[in-house]
C-alpha cells in the first residue's frame, strides 16, 4: 500500500500546493493526512465537486499553480459541467489534477462488488474520462513506481493548459489514525431519527438521504416491525433527496411527505431550498453533525451555519432547531401546526454502530414496493 504521506509528499514535490474538493471513503487515509499535515488556509472540503474545479480555477488564474481536486466518481457528475465548459483546454485552458477514488471498479476485466449506486459509474468511469478528453492514469498499491507517472502527468497539465486525472483503486493507501471530531451535542442520528419517528403522522411519507441515515431509518423500522419499503432511501445522488421529496409532495398534495436530509447534503445543493420551501405540505428534516461521515468523518460548515434562517430566507414557513429528544418532539408539532412548508434542524454528534447493516432488497424492489404503498396497493 501507499503512504499517504509519502504520496502526499510527492504532489507537493511537484508543484501541488491546494487541495479542495468532496471526501470519498476511497480517498480517506489521504483525506486525514491533507486534513493533518496541510494548513487549513490550503485545504477547502467544498460544497460539490464543481465547485472544487471552479475554485482550483481561481487559484490557477490568481497564482499560476495547480490545484489537486478530490472527489469519489460520483462526483464526476457535478463536475462535468466546469470541467467541460470551462477549464478544458478549448475553453479557458485551466491545468489541474483531479484525484478519483474508483467505487466499482474494474479489476481483472470484472467489476468487483459494490453497492448498486456505484455499479453503473465504475463501469464507465474510465470512458467517462477518456469522453472528456482528460488524460489520466490508474494508481493501486501494486504500482512500482508512483512519482514518475505523476510527474508526468502534471508535466501534461501544465504542457496542455487542462485537467488530468489519477484514478484510484480501493486498498491503494494505508489507514491513517483520523482525528474524531468534537461535538458539544450528545444526541446520537439514531436517536434522532427514534426520538423523530415516533411523532410523524403513522401516514406520512419519508424519504431519507443517501449515507448512514437511511440505513439507520431501515433498521429502525424493522425493529418497529414496520415496512421499511414504505419509505423512499435514496442511495445514490448525493443532495438531490429533498427534490425526490418535492417531486412526491407535488404528486400527492394529499399527503405528508417527509425529507430527513444531512448537513453535508443540504449544503451540496443548497440552492433547493428555494423549491422545498413552495411546498405546503413538505417537512424538511436536517440531521446536523457537523460532518461527511459516511465517508470518513471529514467536517462539513454545517455547524457553522444558520440553517433555519437561511430556510426561512429561502420561503420556508417555519424553521426550528433541536438538540435533544424532547426539543425534536416539540419542534415536529410547532410545524405540523402551521400551515405550509417546515424546515427542523437537529444537531447532533457524529458516530453510528459499528454493526449498523443496509437495506436487503434491491433499490428496484424498494421503488416498487414504495409506489405501491404510496398508491394505497401494499
Not at 18 to 35: H, K, N, R, T, Y
Not at 50 to 69: P, R
Not at 185 to 209: F, H, M, N, Q
Amino acid at each position: 500500500m501507499i503512504q499517504p504521506a509519502t504520496f502526499l509528499t510527492i504532489l507537493q514535490k511537484h508543484g501541488i500546493r491546494l487541495f479542495a474538493g468532496v471526501p470519498d471513503s476511497l480517498l480517506q487515509p489521504l483525506c486525514a493526512e491533507i486534513m493533518m499535515s496541510v494548513p487549513a488556509e490550503r485545504h477547502w472540503i467544498t460544497a460539490n465537486e464543481g465547485s472544487a474545479i471552479a475554485l482550483a480555477t481561481g487559484y490557477y488564474l490568481g497564482t499560476g499553480e495547480l490545484t489537486c481536486v478530490y472527489m469519489q466518481n460520483s462526483g464526476l457528475g457535478n463536475a462535468i459541467n466546469p470541467l467541460v465548459s470551462l477549464a478544458d483546454a478549448d475553453v479557458y485552458g485551466i491545468p489541474m489534477l483531479l484525484l478519483i477514488g474508483w467505487r466499482g471498479e474494474i479489476r481483472d476485466g470484472k467489476q468487483i462488488n459494490d453497492e448498486p449506486q456505484h455499479v453503473k459509474q465504475g463501469l464507465i468511469t474510465l470512458d467517462l474520462l477518456q469522453c472528456l478528453g482528460i488524460p489520466h492514469v490508474i494508481l493501486s498499491a501494486q504500482m512500482p513506481d508512483v512519482e514518475n507517472p505523476i510527474a508526468e502527468l502534471l508535466n501534461q497539465a501544465r504542457c496542455g493548459s487542462c485537467p488530468v486525472g489519477i484514478v484510484v483503486r480501493k486498498g491503494t493507501f494505508a489507514d491513517v489514525t483520523v482525528r474524531e471530531l468534537t461535538s458539544e451535542y450528545t444526541l446520537t442520528r439514531e436517536e434522532a431519527l427514534k426520538a423523530l419517528i415516533s411523532v410523524l403522522p403513522p401516514d406520512a411519507v419519508v424519504v431519507g438521504t443517501t449515507g448512514k441515515a437511511s440505513r439507520e431509518l431501515y433498521e429502525i423500522r424493522v425493529a418497529e416491525q414496520r415496512d421499511p419499503q414504505r419509505d423512499f432511501l435514496t442511495v445514490g445522488a448525493m443532495g438531490h433527496a429533498s427534490q425526490i421529496a418535492a417531486g412526491i409532495a407535488l404528486a400527492r398534495p394529499d399527503r405528508k411527505v417527509v425529507c430527513i436530509d444531512g448537513d453535508g447534503a443540504l449544503i451540496m445543493h443548497m440552492g433547493g431550498l428555494t423549491t422545498t420551501a413552495t411546498f405546503s405540505n413538505l417537512l424538511h428534516i436536517i440531521i446536523n453533525n457537523g460532518s461527511h461521515e459516511s465517508v470518513g468523518g471529514q467536517p462539513t460548515r454545517g455547524l457553522h451555519i444558520d440553517i433555519p434562517t437561511i430556510a426561512v430566507a429561502c420561503g420556508y414557513v417555519i424553521a426550528r432547531t433541536a438538540v435533544d429528544a424532547a426539543q425534536i418532539r416539540d419542534a415536529v408539532r410547532d410545524v405540523l401546526s402551521v400551515r405550509g412548508s417546515g424546515l427542523i434542524e437537529i444537531r447532533t454528534r457524529s458516530g453510528a454502530r459499528t454493526d449498523l447493516g443496509r437495506p436487503k432488497a434491491t433499490p428496484v424492489k424498494f421503488k416498487r414496493s414504495f409506489m405501491r404503498s404510496l398508491s394505497g396497493k401494499a
